[in-house]
């Protein structure tokens, strides 16, 4: 079973940077698709980005909201996936989550068995 632990929310201000950690406690995030969502208040949980396992070719995936400003990355000697946000604005306010699957990659929620215990992020104008 992995479990996902997840680290570095916060307040920030608008135009402001924070990192999400996300590290897999058993065994490897390597061979796993690693993807955040968020979640504000009132609205649905909503795809933000993705790297594809190491099987996959790696590649990593945005929403249009987020393309250009928030980068993902992994550290395989860590088996973290860490979300780079940066530029952000109000409209990034949410509960982040790190999630992960196996199989074939998905930007859809409810085909991932591997959940983060979500993280707050709020951003003030």
């Known amino acids: 079973q992995v479990q996902l632990v997840e680290s570095g929310g916060g307040l920030v201000q608008a135009g402001g940077s924070l990192r999400l950690s996300c590290a897999a406690s058993?065994?490897?995030?390597?061979?796993?698709?690693g993807t955040w969502f968020r979640q504000a208040p009132g609205k649905e949980r909503e795809f933000v980005g993705s790297?594809?396992?190491?099987?996959?070719?790696?590649?990593?995936d945005y929403a249009d909201s987020v393309k250009g400003r928030f980068s993902i990355f992994r550290d395989n000697a860590k088996n973290t996936v860490y979300l780079q946000m940066n530029s952000l604005k109000p409209e990034d306010t949410a509960v982040y989550y790190c999630?992960?699957?196996?199989?074939?990659?998905?930007?859809?929620?409810?085909?991932?068995?591997?959940w983060g215990q979500g993280t707050q992020v709020t951003v003030s104008s």
């Open positions: 058993a065994g490897t995030f390597n061979n796993l698709h």
């Open positions: 999630a992960a699957k196996i199989g074939a990659y998905s930007r859809t929620y409810t085909g991932y068995a591997y």
């Open positions: 790297i594809r396992a190491s099987w996959s070719g790696s590649s990593t």
